[in-house]
């Protein structure tokens, strides 16, 4: 069993960066694929980025790309998002989550998932 524990969000401003941390304890993360993914009010979770057990292996929503950097610490069982350029349309709660398949963007292709944190960018 994996738990999954996000931290670093906040209220910002647009045009601000944040570093969003995933801290994951109960096994090693060793074979899984991380991803984040975030919610807004009223509308479905939406894939964010994903990296592989190999920190060189990401991918990016569209909406993200170029602005959002996903990266891990295996040895730490730790997995970052940093936020850069955020804009008003990044507020949201965002999740991490682990999976065993790669390339995965759908929320339901992960096993376990942390209990999220709040992001939101005022304009």
């Known amino acids: 069993q994996v738990q999954l524990s996000e931290s670093g969000g906040g209220l910002v401003q647009a045009g601000d960066s944040l570093r969003l941390s995933c801290a994951a304890s109960?096994?090693?993360?060793?074979?899984?694929?991380m991803a984040w993914f975030r919610q807004a009010p009223g509308k479905e979770r939406e894939f964010v980025a994903l990296i592989g057990w190999n920190p060189d292996s990401t991918y990016y929503s569209d909406a993200v790309q170029g602005r959002f950097g996903i990266s891990r610490e295996n040895a730490k069982n730790m997995v970052y998002l940093q936020m850069n350029n955020l804009k008003p349309e990044d507020t949201a709660v965002y999740f991490c989550?682990?999976?065993?398949?790669?390339?995965?963007?759908?929320?339901?292709?992960?096993?376990?998932w942390g209990q999220g944190t709040q992001v939101t960018v005022a304009s």
């Open positions: 989550a682990a999976s065993r398949l790669w390339l995965e963007t759908r929320a339901s292709g992960y096993e376990y």
């Open positions: 109960g096994r090693t993360l060793s074979g899984y694929a």
